[in-house]
């Protein structure tokens, strides 16, 4: 099992920057894919980004590309979403998670931070 835990959301205005964190603990050796989604009211809860664990590969929703980046400090096995110029349709709950690395469903989430941005 992994626990995950998010923190760092909260309100800003846009053009503003914020940095979520999550910590892992439990399980986290071996192999995991890292992933932060969203989900906004009344939408569906979309991938924003990912990360393998120990390779640094990144992939990013063309929404976000060049204002958000994902990494990871794996001495104190947390990952960051840095946000910058953020825009009033980024407001959501970014929830952290995580697979294993060839298996395609994320199986540990965490609990979820709300992200508001203000017009």
């Known amino acids: 099992q992994v626990q995950l835990v998010e923190s760092g959301g909260g309100l800003v205005q846009a053009g503003g920057s914020l940095r979520l964190s999550c910590a892992a603990s439990?399980?986290?050796?071996?192999?995991?894919?890292m992933a932060w989604f969203r989900q906004a009211p009344g939408k569906e809860r979309d991938i924003v980004t990912t990360i393998t664990w120990n390779g640094g590969t990144t992939t990013y929703a063309d929404s976000v590309k060049g204002r958000f980046t994902i990494s990871r400090d794996n001495a104190k096995n947390t990952l960051y979403l840095q946000m910058n110029s953020l825009k009033p349709e980024d407001t959501a709950v970014y929830y952290c998670?995580?697979?294993?690395?060839?298996?395609?469903?994320?199986?540990?989430w965490g609990q979820g931070t709300q992200v508001t941005v203000s017009s």
């Open positions: 998670a995580a697979r294993r690395f060839g298996i395609a469903k994320y199986d540990y």
């Open positions: 439990g399980r986290t050796s071996g192999s995991y894919v």
